[in-house]
């Protein structure tokens, strides 16, 4: 684990490599696509549901990082015609893609469904992730062959509310298709979070020549928890007052994933292990029982596969 990280001094150049990152328009996406953009990547593909918001962004940034090559896309992971004609675009537009950050994330959002019949938070936390991964995957691996020497890694944005907030049985997947299942946003939520650190564990298994890790950024002041406080008043007289005195920074909470993406790769202190859950800032975790079992990897694997085929989806492809 490294003890600090300084992500002005300790990411590598990124010069030729092309980055796409959901949510990173606002919170600790936003803080990632600034902090990428000092090292000169070839390109950051920023996908927001508001381009205008992600122009804002853009031009905030190149005020300090004036030459910083940012594409704004429009993705509203609660809609697969969106996801499609996001990657549709992106694959139009780039031959190459070498990190992708599944950054964006809902959170204790009242109880509705996503445009496909998914749980809200489900759905754009985990569901929607997976089918854009699924339609990308095939330029990363593109881009493995093409370039020998590319470093080609995902990582999944989770949170400790993947471990807090899930029964000790793991995942409930039948009851993803009702808006008020569990009768609690933040069972609801969990069970997204503990979604993205199963799907990362299964995406280094399937794909083990790319990095693929999940983190939790830590408890951060960011614009996630509005909604939540509004839907849960008992939350915010209880989470506001600790999130005020113990959270950190947007700019502190992309630190741990910005170390997952850049840092050297391997097993050991200090080093990016694929498949792996970290915490503020590079530390492994992996002492929780639900995140490392193998039945719930490959459970989730299969119902979202199958799910996602359901609705035409291209399936998951072989490594080339």
């Excluded at 990095?211 to 008992?234: C, F, L, M, Q, R």
Aim: net charge neutral; proline share 5%; charged share 20%.
């Amino acid at each position: 684990m490294p003890r600090t990280f300084n992500s002005a001094k300790d990411i590598p150049s990124l010069e030729e490599k092309v980055i796409l990152i959901t949510g990173g328009n606002a919170g600790i996406g936003a803080s990632t696509v600034r902090a990428l953009a000092l090292h000169q990547p070839a390109c950051i593909y920023l996908c927001a549901r508001k381009i205008s918001a992600a122009e804002a962004l853009i031009q905030s940034i190149h005020e300090t990082s004036p030459k910083a090559n940012i594409v704004p896309l429009q993705l509203d992971l609660s809609s697969f015609d969106s996801i499609r004609r996001c990657a549709e675009e992106f694959n139009q537009q780039s031959d190459r893609l070498d990190i992708l950050f599944l950054n964006a994330g809902i959170c204790a959002t009242p109880p509705t469904l996503t445009n496909e019949g998914y749980e809200s938070q489900f759905g754009v936390n985990h569901v929607g992730h997976a089918l854009l991964t699924q339609l990308l995957i095939p330029k990363m691996l593109r881009t493995q062959q093409d370039h020998p020497k590319a470093d080609v890694r995902i990582h999944c944005t989770s949170s400790m509310g993947g471990v807090v907030f899930v029964p000790a049985t793991g995942l409930d997947l039948q009851q993803m298709d009702k808006a008020d299942a569990f009768s609690h946003g933040m069972v609801r939520y969990g069970h997204s979070k503990l979604s993205n650190i199963l799907f990362a564990r299964a995406l280094a298994q399937h794909y083990p020549g790319i990095n693929t890790t999940s983190s939790h950024p830590g408890t951060v002041k960011s614009d996630i928890w509005g909604k939540a406080y509004e839907e849960h008043k008992w939350l915010s007289r209880l989470l506001a007052p600790v999130v005020w005195m113990t959270g950190v920074s947007t700019d502190e909470g992309a630190k741990t994933q910005l170390w997952c993406a850049t840092a050297a790769t391997g097993k050991g202190n200090g080093l990016v292990e694929n498949g792996k859950f970290y915490v503020p800032t590079g530390k492994l975790s992996d002492d929780n029982k639900n995140q490392k079992n193998q039945a719930l990897v490959d459970e989730l694997w299969e119902w979202t596969s199958k799910e996602l085929a359901k609705h035409g989806a291209p399936g998951w492809p072989a490594t080339i």
